[in-house]
């Protein structure tokens, strides 16, 4: 075997509108970008309607409950299954101590995508965690979020597909 592996999920399948993949830059921006920005982070959900605009949730406690997703793994350079099931467990647990973000992130017609993309992290973080995934993950995340130039092998063959994308135009 050549070590390769492919994610393939018959069920998963969305294509997101320009709109919403600069939302979700936003996103990671708040989330991600140095110390984090929970006002913007309160302000982003709201316009990927992820969140009410009436919400009473205080802006800190949205940041609280999404930071440990995403830095940990950051922080670390590794994914685990522990961080995995932590996840879950402490941020999908409707009785536990954030129920109340739970229930207050509002699922509305116009938060078609809250679900797909809950999938997708769900699913990345359950695949990643299991192959106790090791990587640059900062760098990752500058290559992907910020535009920063490629340092990864992944990052150059991305760089690579895109200007092949770009030229057969």
């Not at 709201?46 to 940041?63: C, F, G, N, S, V």
């Not at 995934?133 to 992944?154: F, I, N, R, S």
Request: charged share 25%; aromatic share 10%; glycine share 10%.
């Amino acid at each position: 075997t050549d070590g390769t592996i492919t994610f393939l999920d018959f069920g998963c399948v969305k294509r997101f509108s320009p709109q919403h993949i600069d939302g979700m830059r936003a996103y990671n921006i708040a989330l991600l970008l140095g110390d984090g920005d929970p006002d913007l982070l309160k302000r982003t959900l709201m316009d990927l309607h992820m969140l009410p605009r009436d919400t009473k949730l205080e802006a800190q406690r949205i940041w609280d409950w999404y930071a440990p997703m995403y830095r940990r793994p950051l922080e670390t350079g590794v994914f685990t299954s522990e961080h995995a099931a932590y996840v879950v467990q402490r941020n999908f647990d409707p009785l536990g101590e954030w129920g109340d973000l739970m229930r207050g992130m509002g699922i509305t017609k116009g938060s078609k995508d809250f679900t797909m993309i809950n999938r997708i992290q769900l699913g990345l973080f359950s695949v990643l965690g299991s192959l106790q995934a090791h990587g640059p993950w900062q760098d990752v995340v500058a290559e992907v979020t910020w535009g920063d130039e490629p340092k990864t092998e992944l990052g150059h063959q991305h760089a690579a597909w895109k200007a092949a994308r770009r030229a057969s135009r």
